[in-house]
């Protein structure tokens, strides 16, 4: 589970996150927001790769600042521009984030196996991760989160990249991961993905939640009940300037 209890992050005059409170529990729980609206910030905080101004952060009850270590045992994550090490092979990288996590050796090898066949990475187990396209890279930093079989994962616009058939193994690995019980917390930009995956949404915008729930209690937020998640997200985050956009072409 992720708690997030009054999180707040300032950058001088600038308040990026305010007051950001969630629970998130065995769930695919979608995250979105338009650009700078405080989606990176918050999962940075969540994940102990930014400290917040105030409030706090517990995964599986462990605070991540009072206890780190065993906080960051049960989650993987997957950011928003992958981190690797370019001159080790896919297999030495996977390896020494395996000995990170203090993995036994056939639960490792076990792991190790399924996701190289399931991002169709065996015929480059053994190629230097510097030759790798972004896509390719994209697919090394999901097979690190997913090693070592993560109570909560978090995954910033884990897409992009992928080409097609990975990106439908992806969406059915989270749907899989959610069955046994993961906790998935993901960020994205395309909308289909995650009005079709979802069991809860929040969009921030300015820093702050401006909605909260399933589709069901979204639409319902926005009195239409035939509304898609991009008409809500547009509506509850840029309406007037997608207006002026539709009035602009309607004009032409």
């Known amino acids: ?78 950011p928003d521009t992958p981190v690797l090490y370019d001159k080790l092979s896919l297999k030495e990288f996977l390896e020494f984030i395996g000995s990170v996590y203090e993995m036994e050796r056939n639960h490792f090898k076990r792991r190790y196996n399924q996701l190289i066949d399931l991002f169709d990475l065996n015929d480059r187990k053994n190629d230097l991760i510097q030759n790798f396209s972004h896509g390719m890279k994209q697919k090394c930093v999901l097979a690190a989160a997913l090693i070592h079989d993560p109570k909560v994962l978090f995954l910033d616009e884990p897409t992009v990249g992928l080409d097609p058939k990975s990106a439908r193994n992806l969406k059915d690995l989270l749907k ?55 008409d809500i997200f547009l509506e509850l985050t840029g309406g007037s300037e997608f207006d002026e956009v539709l009035k602009y072409l309607e004009d032409k």
């Open 1 to 78: 589970m992720i708690e997030a209890i009054n999180l707040t992050k300032k950058y001088d005059n600038l308040l990026a996150v305010n007051d950001l409170n969630l629970q998130v529990h065995k769930e695919l729980f979608v995250f979105l927001g338009p650009n700078g609206a405080g989606k990176t910030t918050s999962i940075k905080m969540m994940t102990g790769l930014l400290k917040p101004t105030s409030g706090k952060v517990t995964i599986e009850g462990y605070d991540l600042v009072e206890q780190p270590v065993e906080a960051k045992r049960h989650f993987g994550l997957v």
């Open 176 to 230: 899989g991961l959610v069955e046994k019980g993961t906790t998935v917390f993901m960020s994205t930009h395309i909308l289909e993905i995650a009005e079709a995956m979802c069991d809860r949404v929040a969009i921030i915008n300015k820093g702050k939640i401006v909605a909260l729930g399933n589709m069901d209690e979204l639409r319902l937020k926005s009195q239409q009940k035939e509304k898609s998640l991009e």
